[in-house]
């Protein structure tokens, strides 16, 4: 592990300087990218960390950001964030108790499958239901507001998502470097040999699965809070698959990689579908986001993060690439 | 409901289970048998009902005749495109992990997509059923059942048997087999197993093609469709049992009747059912249906 | 590895501030903000309504009320999750001065928050939901299209009067399907009929053998429906196969027929549905709009083309009575009010909570296009639940 903190510092002071210096769109965008790096570092956790390869984590988020928006009081008062976040989280964090509870008798593909027909379940109540308001999604019109702190205010949703991406990062590398994080990484390299030395590892997939769903949840909470809006759309497998793409495209195994990943991913998009930049060609940005989703397997298979130290490898010559050395540690 | 109505629901049900079989084939030999997630199967399905529909003038014009010179000219066209991307893109994924086989065929569909929208364009079609095969049979005073769903049926059954022959009883379904449990070992004993891949892969994207193809008169052709079916052949291909062409096929037959009789039953929780299904059933065998 | 991390994250936010900041300066020229589907099911729709409105603007030289017309395109994607992002690029970092969409009533309803909280002038080209007029109703907020609700209730009129007694309804759970069978119900309950079931499947599913199995098995006197895009084409297709076509008379909703004739062929003769358009409706309007589009666009117009031109003209009286101010939100909407649109659909005027005031026809398939048989609803008014304006 090399200075995680230079990074940390750096880069988190950069996004509270942000929307100084871009305008309420360029704060808004990063905002929302701020959330789905949240969210793509729960998923880093169950797949970079745990070699867990979950394709349901669109669920946990929908089914926070739904809870956000039906526990918001009808009368038209503020909901208390105090309140409502939690709840948001432990909800989120339930059902990926139910769904791990199951889901880890499998192993393989079968898991990638499971996870995602638990997902689809999720979806189709929301869908479906009148419970989730139907295909339309359903509003929230007063947001969550604790003391001084209003919601309602952008400088103040900013604010808390910042918050909650710093704590979340800061709470998993310090996770990873723990005993319990230990156990993660040795079941990821090899899980026959943990338990062949005594290790239950069940509950420790468990409880990773479990921590995973929450951290999404929250990440879903922000989101409802954040656009005042719910729809199914949230818990489709699109997005499960978009997040597994960030976080392969940011690197794998390494925190920074699901946050980059997550920039790189919604940056990209933005990219390509501005008409200054592509004219009348920004209509068919789906065609240049493939084939670069394409590219960057071919050419960047271990990541953005893992790109320096390639080009470097490049530069100086070097025929035979050697594989990145795996060590048992989560790089953060 | 009355019997009557009861048995023509079974109907619908073998029907629509044997329609998905027919989808998911492709998808059972590149993912069942090969290991490869493919997430660009509904993408060659599209591709499939686009040609039946963009090549059925051309074809008439040059070779005369509708159905099957279209057909063969798909099919030909289709393992040509198997081949080349294979060649190009997905012989690179073998070794690699199935996260970036996700990645790549994600990628995938992007492509084909923008291209299928910039090539054809956005509307929707329809593709006219042969004259030969547009009859209907009599069911009761009310309803009808039409002569070309009996026969996307059987050319199901025909394809359901011939993929369990060609695997089980001829050494090329040998070959396919050992080549998947153990790569080295095949290509040690003399037998060239990327041109063995090629081939399985080939005939996984042919098979894709041709189900679009059969089933674009019945399902109308229109932007977004690969999608739809997507989900739903991964299911088949995990109920029944990764690398079991028969478990694909009982697992297509049970989601078939759950769907058909889930509409009817529990229309508001139709859409959760099938994977309500998958869900208990590996929960029951973890491994699907049918271990290969 | 921490520097080249840092540069390259230090360079990224420099292109995208870069990138952010340069729409921020606001403009004389006129911006229009399209948000429409350029890619997925509704991409065709999208292109149609995009076409329709340039055409209206390049009839007046370029220009509305004086003001030079300048066009922004941001892709909807068909997707309410990421609607209030991509309204926010129109709004907020390419500042326009009206926003026009969309196709899909779950983005048209993030767009329409977005544009109640900032007050930008929105003209909705096509989504058809209740609330865009209804609890989301407001001053700044005009729909050039339908509702949901209208041809549902103008078919109910036709239904009771052909006499049929028994009716069941089929369409997708969804806003649109559910608004429109409740339109179709009230008026044909109304006029004596029953709607003895209510048949849907979730959206998008496309598989309806198992229900034209029940309608078959519940034998009623007719059957109406909503459906859309492929699903229409696919239902009118199977319900033909299934022979139920010459034994039970359909009935549905325009949409079960417009755009989509050429995919159903000999399956679609004969069928009746209600729309506020059609594809003969030789009037003079229609007849130079027509002409106009083919001319500049090498296609037949349809529904959607002639929404996107009236959406233009909507904002064309608004802003000569504003003199060119898109702020003037009061004198803009009190225009369009007190207006009579002349539109290749037929004059239609706008309701106290903006959604036009039509004739419904009642056209019958002939061949490839949707022949008027006669006025199913005349000024058909939708009644804006829910809004307070």
């Known amino acids: 592990m090399r200075h995680p903190t230079s990074f940390v510092l750096l880069f988190f002071g950069l996004l509270a300087l942000w929307p100084v210096m871009a305008g309420s769109y360029g704060a808004d965008l990063v905002a929302k990218i701020m959330i789905f790096a949240l969210l793509a570092l729960s998923l880093e956790l169950l797949v970079g960390s745990t070699g867990l390869v979950c394709f349901g984590q669109a669920a946990f988020f929908g089914i926070g950001a739904y809870a956000a928006i039906l526990m918001s009081p009808t009368d038209g008062s503020a909901p208390a964030l105090w309140l409502s976040l939690p709840c948001a989280i432990a909800l989120a964090a339930l059902y990926a108790l139910a769904v791990g509870a199951l889901s880890l008798r499998t192993q393989g593909v079968y898991f990638i499958m499971v996870t995602l027909a638990f997902s689809q379940m999720a979806y189709y109540v929301v869908h479906d239901t009148p419970l989730g308001g139907g295909t339309d999604g359903i509003y929230m019109y007063v947001k969550p507001t604790w003391g001084w702190v209003d919601l309602d205010n952008p400088a103040h949703m900013y604010g808390l998502i910042w918050l909650s991406l710093l704590v979340g990062f800061l709470f998993l590398s310090q996770l990873l470097r723990s005993p319990f994080g230990r156990a993660l990484s040795g079941i990821r390299v090899n899980e026959q040999r943990m338990k062949a030395t005594g290790f239950s590892v069940y509950p420790y997939k468990l409880a990773a699965f479990t921590l995973s769903g929450a951290m999404a949840g929250w990440a879903g909470y922000l989101f409802a809070v954040k656009d005042g809006f719910v729809n199914p759309e949230l818990l489709s497998w699109h997005l499960s698959g978009s997040l597994l793409v960030m976080i392969i495209l940011g690197g794998l195994g390494h925190m920074r990689g699901s946050v980059l990943g997550a920039f790189a991913f919604a940056l990209l998009q933005e990219l390509f579908q501005a008409e200054a930049v592509f004219g009348s060609f920004a209509k068919h940005w789906h065609l240049s986001l493939g084939l670069t989703i394409m590219a960057c397997v071919a050419f960047m298979p271990h990541g953005l993060v893992a790109l320096p130290a390639q080009l470097r490898e490049r530069l100086s010559g070097r025929n035979n690439r050697e594989a990145p050395v795996e060590t048992l540690e989560e790089k953060a | 409901m009355d019997f009557a109505t009861f048995l023509i629901q079974c109907l619908n049900a073998l029907q629509y289970g044997l329609l998905l079989f027919l989808v998911a084939s492709g998808l059972t030999l590149i993912f069942g048998i090969m290991g490869v997630i493919n997430l660009a199967h509904g993408s060659f399905y599209m591709i499939g009902a686009y040609m039946a529909f963009a090549l059925a003038p051309a074809v008439s014009a040059i070779f005369g005749g509708a159905f099957f010179s279209t057909f063969a000219v798909g099919l030909v066209l289709s393992v040509i495109l198997g081949y080349l991307l294979e060649w190009a893109f997905f012989s690179y994924l073998y070794e690699r992990e199935h996260l970036q086989q996700v990645l790549m065929t994600y990628g995938l569909i992007l492509v084909f997509e923008e291209l299928r929208s910039m090539l054809v364009g956005d509307d929707v079609h329809g593709v006219p059923v042969p004259e030969w095969l547009n009859g209907a049979l009599t069911l009761n005073e009310v309803m009808t059942y039409p002569v070309y769903r009996l026969f996307m049926s059987g050319v199901c059954l025909l394809l359901a048997g011939a993929m369990w022959f060609v695997f089980t009883r001829t050494r090329l379904g040998m070959m396919i087999r050992a080549g998947t449990s153990n790569r080295e070992m095949v290509q040690s004993l003399g037998i060239d197993i990327n041109l063995l891949y090629r081939i399985v892969f080939a005939t996984g994207v042919a098979l894709a093609v041709f189900a679009g193809m059969i089933a674009a008169p019945v399902s109308s052709v229109y932007p977004g469709m690969g999608n739809s079916v997507l989900i739903i052949c991964f299911v088949v291909v995990v109920i029944g049992g990764i690398g079991s062409i028969k478990g694909a096929l009982l697992a297509a037959l049970l989601i078939g009747l759950v769907d058909t009789f889930g509409k009817v039953l529990l229309p508001q929780a139709a859409g959760v059912l099938v994977y309500v299904l998958m869900a208990l059933i590996l929960l029951w065998r973890p491994n699907g249906l049918f271990k290969d | ?389």
Not at chain 3, 57 to 71: F, L, N, P, T
Not at chain 3, 160 to 170: D, N, P, S
Not at chain 3, 248 to 263: N, Q, R, V
Request: with cysteine; charged share 20%; aromatic share 8%.
């Open chain 3, 1 to 389: 590895m921490q520097k080249r991390t840092v540069l390259l994250s230090a360079a990224a936010f420099a292109v995208i501030a870069a990138s952010t900041n340069t729409w921020a300066q606001a403009l004389p020229k006129l911006k229009v903000g399209f948000m429409l589907p350029a890619t997925g099911t509704f991409a065709s729709l999208g292109t149609a309504i995009d076409n329709g409105f340039r055409l209206y603007v390049a009839e007046q030289g370029g220009k509305i009320a004086g003001r030079e017309v300048e066009y922004v395109r941001v892709d909807d994607e068909s997707d309410p999750s990421k609607a209030t992002d991509n309204v926010n690029k129109l709004i907020k970092r390419d500042n326009v001065d009206v926003i026009v969409g969309t196709v899909h009533s779950g983005v048209a309803m993030a767009m329409a928050k977005a544009a109640k909280e900032s007050g930008t002038l929105m003209i909705v080209p096509n989504a058809g939901a209740a609330a865009v007029t209804g609890p989301m109703c407001a001053p700044n907020i005009f729909r050039s299209s339908f509702s949901n609700w209208q041809p549902g209730y103008a078919m109910g009129e036709v239904a009771a009067k052909k006499g049929h007694k028994k009716i069941v309804t089929i369409t997708w759970k969804y806003a649109a399907g559910d608004e429109s069978v409740k339109g179709f119900k009230e008026s044909f309950e109304k006029n004596g009929g029953t709607v003895v079931k209510e048949l849907n499947l979730p959206f998008p599913n496309v598989e309806f053998q198992a229900l034209l199995t029940e309608i078959a098995a519940t034998k009623p006197d007719a059957v109406f429906t909503f459906f859309a895009g492929g699903g229409a084409v696919k239902f009118v297709k199977d319900y033909a196969a299934a022979g139920l076509k010459k034994t039970i008379p359909l009935y549905g909703s325009g949409f079960l027929t417009d755009g989509t004739l050429e995919a159903q062929g000999a399956d679609a003769e004969g069928l009746f549905t209600t729309l506020h358009y059609a594809d003969n409706l030789n009037n003079k309007r229609d007849q130079a709009f027509r002409l106009a589009y083919a001319k500049s666009f090498k296609l037949q117009p349809d529904v959607y083309a002639v929404q996107g031109y009236d959406a233009g003209q909507i904002l064309g009286i608004g802003l000569n009575a504003t003199k060119g101010d898109a702020k003037n939100i009061q004198g803009f909407a009190q225009a369009v009010r007190a207006a009579k649109i002349d539109s290749p659909r037929g004059a239609f005027t706008m309701s106290s909570s903006h959604n036009p005031v039509q004739d419904i026809y009642l056209r019958k398939v002939v061949g490839k296009e949707n022949v008027v048989d006669s006025i199913a609803s005349k000024s058909l008014t939708d009644p804006g639940l829910g809004c307070k304006m």
